[in-house]
């Protein structure tokens, strides 16, 4: 075991901090500059909810992914700023022994995350330019999480999960679930950058996602940082000790453990504070009325960059709780990725140019649905997650709305114009962290002991 090091990493994190500023600046200033450019490439949509016909840049989240994976790559010696210290200063040997080893593990984590950021990036903007089918896309981050899962693997990265207590009796405390593991980090990763492109097609509504979730990760994250003070009373409370293992201030003193979790988290932050600030700068641009089309290239590097921290940070199942509204939006389309209910190119909402309000799209069933579609879309309708419309005297299903989240919200709420859509959109977002928090930090201590 390398000898602990008592000085915290805290430069680093200050550079990284500075890299975000630099990576917000260069992206607000790029995307009007590069939008001409990608409309003379043919990169451009026309936006299906406005009056007019002018082209958007599309896939603009090139930009974004080119300045975030960039500037992480020139962070890289920063990231190992204290080794590097120790090196050069030669207090890294002693008696002629190396004391402190480089850290190569981090090393091979931070590098195969950037090899996945990058297929990612890749994978996304082939869609953009081919789009690919979405049955045959969903393969595609599974491919592209292999060198994530082959580092977690090489770090002897943990495969257990704790046991709820109810179930302790029959399966005990820690449940080894081996490969099965790595089938579920995968899965979480196209769940995680395809689950985003579905929840779309409004102005701000990709990255608003993006920026809330990775906002909720760096909150996280906050919480097992080494303050002077501790301000984790209220988990104290609410008697969930399990979390109370971190804290204090950094100390030579300080367990392996501890250590290794401060750093899992700042290795988390390292990539969040440059994401969050791509897009900020990008939400600038794609606030209604758009000006710039995030395509599928922003859904998938965002995406991926999630999945690529909850892996190696250790905190998956925290993370999936900060997507509550995609896996509710991943649920309720189901029927339509699967094929049970028809589903059209595109499934936004319908837009009434004279009233300026959206209303929830439909499907039109030219002939009767079969038996199976009719059943289904009865129990969501029985759920209020759509609304049907029916044959008069034969009771067959004529009209459904689409099964999508934003379409539910036009269902439930009534019809309401796209910025109103994308910030209810928003508050469900932060909604659905809140009762993350909660439930990772208040509930927790109910379902396993502290
Ligand atoms: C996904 C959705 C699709 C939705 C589309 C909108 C599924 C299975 N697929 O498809 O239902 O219609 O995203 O992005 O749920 N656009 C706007 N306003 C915006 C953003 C996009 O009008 O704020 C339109 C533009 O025409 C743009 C196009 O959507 O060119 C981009 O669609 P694309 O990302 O290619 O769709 P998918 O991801 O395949
Ligand atoms: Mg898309």
Request: net charge neutral; proline share 7%; glycine share 6%.
């Amino acid at each position: 075991r390398p000898l602990i090091d008592p000085i915290p990493p805290m430069p680093a994190l200050y550079a990284s901090l500075g890299m975000s500023i630099i990576a917000f600046l260069a992206t607000v200033y790029l995307i009007p500059r590069l939008g001409p450019v990608f409309i003379a490439a043919d990169l451009k949509g026309k936006d299906l909810l406005k009056s007019y016909n002018d082209p958007i840049p599309e896939s603009m989240g090139l930009v974004c992914a080119a300045v975030y994976i960039l500037l992480l790559m020139l962070f890289i010696p920063f990231a190992f700023s204290s080794s590097i210290m120790k090196r050069a200063s030669g207090t890294d040997i002693s008696e002629g022994i190396n004391v402190v080893d480089f850290p190569h593990h981090q090393l091979s984590v931070y590098l195969s995350s950037l090899l996945s950021l990058l297929t990612a990036t890749m994978l996304g903007f082939l869609d953009d330019v081919f789009d690919i089918r979405w049955r045959h896309k969903l393969p595609i981050p599974i491919i592209a999480s292999v060198p994530l899962l082959m580092v977690y693997y090489a770090e002897r990265g943990n495969t257990h999960v704790v046991v709820p207590l109810p179930l302790r009796g029959i399966l005990g405390t820690l449940l080894n679930l081996g490969p099965l593991y790595y089938v579920y980090m995968s899965l979480l990763s196209t769940f995680a950058t395809n689950s985003i492109n579905i929840l779309a097609g409004i102005n701000g509504s990709e990255v608003s996602q993006a920026l809330i979730i990775a906002l909720s990760v760096i909150f996280n994250d906050l919480l097992y940082l080494p303050w002077p003070i501790d301000f984790r009373i209220p988990v104290y409370l609410l008697g969930n000790k399990a979390e109370v293992e971190f804290g204090g201030v950094w100390s030579a003193g300080m367990s392996y453990g501890s250590r290794e979790l401060v750093e899992r988290h700042l290795f988390s932050l390292y990539f969040m504070m440059p994401l969050v600030a791509v897009c900020v700068a990008f939400m600038y641009h794609n606030w209604y009325p758009a000006r710039a089309f995030p395509g599928d290239t922003l859904c998938y590097v965002t995406g991926m960059a999630f999945a690529v921290v909850g892996i190696h940070s250790h905190f998956s199942k925290t993370l999936l709780l900060f997507f509550i509204p995609q896996i509710f939006n991943f649920l309720l389309s189901c029927p339509q990725l699967f094929g049970v209910v028809p589903c059209p190119r595109h499934r936004v909402p319908r837009f009434d140019v004279n009233a300026n309000l959206l209303y929830p799209s439909k499907i039109i069933f030219e002939k009767p649905p079969s038996q199976l579609t009719t059943y289904v879309l009865r129990i969501f309708s029985t759920f209020g997650l759509t609304e049907l419309t029916f044959h008069a005297t034969s009771g067959i299903i004529l009209e459904a709305t689409n099964l999508t989240i934003l379409n539910f919200f036009l269902v439930r709420l009534g019809p309401m114009n796209e910025k109103r859509l994308v910030q209810v959109l928003m508050c469900s977002q932060v909604a659905g962290s809140a009762l993350a928090f909660v439930v990772r930090y208040g509930l927790a201590g109910l379902v396993y002991d502290g």
